[in-house]
């Protein structure tokens, strides 16, 4: 998959320009990620790990390998490195209320299927796709008999990795778990925290790309791509929520980060009618009725 970069200017501090700009756009062609000022900013610490695992000196020569081999493994840790994997457990907690109290008690009283289908596109490490998963188990007597399908997804396989492990340090479980899921719902694992096996069996990690999707398939009730579109352009933000459109039914509902909108991105969303700072497909809600009507004559 190749998408055309749009070569802004790169904030840097020693950083060569051509090695920077060729790092940035490397990130842009694969993930569509344009570099956040303050990341740019950090481009050679964030690179130093890569640097010393694949014994390169400095990022002139780093530029230069990859400029001279095609090393798949090398560009996916220089990918991984320059990612904002930034994530925590029921991040924006109202969200994670809103889902507790009104979208999930919606989606119980309206699935005549009795199937759940969530998916966390740009999950990260997995705190948002185990928050989910938290929820759900906490209430599990209302799902019994349900087939429940969590789908979180990322382009970074490290990320998807380390999700998949289920495995959090204690600053990790320290931002937005409470102490009562902690113990009821993660075993320490020698310094660090796992999540149990029932957690991690009910959620499907795959590394995958939002513009070039292999993995989701059908529509899903609730579908979450919080603090992903932030650093893409408006012209792929239109691409990656067309996506989400597709793979929404008329009561599906969306959320984004708290800095993100589908305002004047197409119009593939509109603000959802019931849930506040949800989204709905455009055209496909339910007309609401306005009572009985009268009859003529
Ligand atoms: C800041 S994190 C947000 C994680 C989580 N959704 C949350 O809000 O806590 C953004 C994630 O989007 C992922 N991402 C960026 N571009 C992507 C793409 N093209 N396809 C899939 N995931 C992508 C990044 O790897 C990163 O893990």
Not at 54 to 77: G, Y
Not at 236 to 252: C, D, F, I, M
Request: aromatic content about 8%; hydrophobic content about 40%.
């Amino acid at each position: 998959m190749r998408l055309m970069t749009s070569s802004p200017p790169i904030p840097t501090g020693r950083l060569n320009q051509g090695a920077a700009r060729l790092l940035s756009g490397l990130l842009e062609a694969r993930t569509g990620q344009t570099l956040s000022e303050g990341r740019a900013w950090r481009m050679e610490t964030a690179l130093r790990p890569v640097l010393r695992d694949h014994d390169l000196v400095d990022m002139d020569s780093l530029a230069a390998t990859l400029l001279r081999n095609s090393d798949a493994p090398l560009e996916a840790a220089v990918i991984d490195a320059l990612l904002n994997n930034e994530s925590s457990f029921f991040r924006d907690l109202q969200i994670f209320d809103m889902i507790a109290r009104q979208i999930l008690p919606h989606v119980h009283t309206d699935r005549q299927d009795r199937t759940l289908r969530i998916w966390s596109a740009g999950c990260s490490t997995g705190q948002e796709a185990y928050s989910l998963a938290i929820q759900l188990r906490n209430d599990w007597s209302r799902w019994n008999g349900w087939r429940i399908e969590i789908l979180a997804t990322d382009v970074s396989g490290a990320a998807i990795d380390q999700a998949r492990a289920g495995i959090f340090s204690q600053m990790d479980v320290q931002r937005g778990l409470a102490i009562g899921d902690l113990i009821k719902w993660f075993e320490p694992h020698g310094d660090d925290w796992r999540a149990s096996p029932e957690l991690r069996r009910m959620i499907d990690f795959r590394q995958d790309n939002l513009f070039d999707p292999a993995v989701p398939t059908g529509e899903y009730d609730l579908l979450l791509c919080r603090n992903v579109l932030l650093y893409f352009t408006p012209e792929r933000r239109q691409v990656v929520l067309s996506l989400l459109a597709r793979r929404s039914h008329a009561k599906s509902v969306l959320l984004l980060g708290a800095g993100e909108t589908v305002i004047g991105q197409g119009g593939d969303f509109i603000a959802h009618p019931e849930f506040r700072g949800g989204y709905a497909r455009q055209g496909l809600l339910p007309i609401p009725t306005a009572g009985p009507t009268r009859r003529a004559g």
